[in-house]
């Protein structure tokens, strides 16, 4: 009960000043959409296949752009005051759903514009939907984790680029399988092994963050 309590109130705080400076949400925002708008100029109408790349790569820039700052724009004051009040699993698991929270909201806005500016070239729109939140919930667990362990380094923007390197690759393969199958009109039975893989890795990647961050807490 007191790590849930923990988490809401953390979770409150980042809403809260988020609510109030608006920096991430605007400046995704802004990028999302002039990200739409400049494909839309430079390619007018987009075969199937460049359409999902496409989308699939303005979101996971916004991902990198909203989450890899989580825990680099905490100060040492904020994030000592932290330690003295919360637990690290509370402030992980409240990072993880802010961030996810913030990347489903951005998913969903990609998409609209997406939807507006280019033709609707997806078969199964409840598969491909899958496919975005499970995307989201995927960029938001890898980069909250890659945040923290980067934000005790020197370097940090190396450090998250080796780091994410190896771990998006995969993800992002298995994601555009999930959504080429949704805009091929396949039977959802077809992916449901994409589906089983991205959940398993997604609880693989938080049972790894409650268990590494402590240690990094620490230090």
């Not at 990198?64 to 698991?93: C, D, H, V, W």
């Not at 961030?99 to 806005?109: E, G, R, V």
């Amino acid at each position: 009960m007191i790590l849930i309590k923990q988490v809401k109130s953390l979770l409150y705080k980042e809403i809260l000043l988020e609510w109030r400076s608006k920096y991430a949400f605007n400046g995704i925002l802004l990028y999302v959409i002039s990200t739409v708008f400049v494909c839309y100029l430079s390619f007018k109408t987009t075969p199937p296949l460049v359409w999902n790349a496409l989308f699939w790569i303005i979101l996971l820039f916004a991902a990198i752009n909203a989450i890899a700052k989580s825990f680099m724009q905490e100060s040492k004051g904020r994030l000592l005051y932290y330690y003295t009040i919360a637990s690290p699993q509370a402030i992980i698991i409240s990072k993880i759903i802010y961030n996810i929270l913030l990347m489903m909201i951005m998913s969903a806005i990609a998409f609209l514009a997406y939807q507006i500016v280019f033709q609707n070239a997806v078969a199964n729109l409840g598969l491909y939907l899958i496919a975005v939140l499970l995307g989201s919930i995927s960029f938001s667990t890898v980069f909250t984790m890659i945040s923290a362990i980067a934000s005790k380094a020197g370097n940090n923007g190396t450090l998250m680029a080796i780091l994410s390197f190896p771990v998006i690759i995969p993800l992002l393969m298995l994601i555009i399988k999930l959504s080429k199958n949704a805009m091929d009109g396949l039977d959802p039975s077809v992916s449901y092994d994409e589906i089983g893989v991205l959940c398993l890795i997604n609880i693989v990647v938080i049972a790894v963050s409650l268990l590494l961050f402590p240690y990094l807490w620490r230090d």
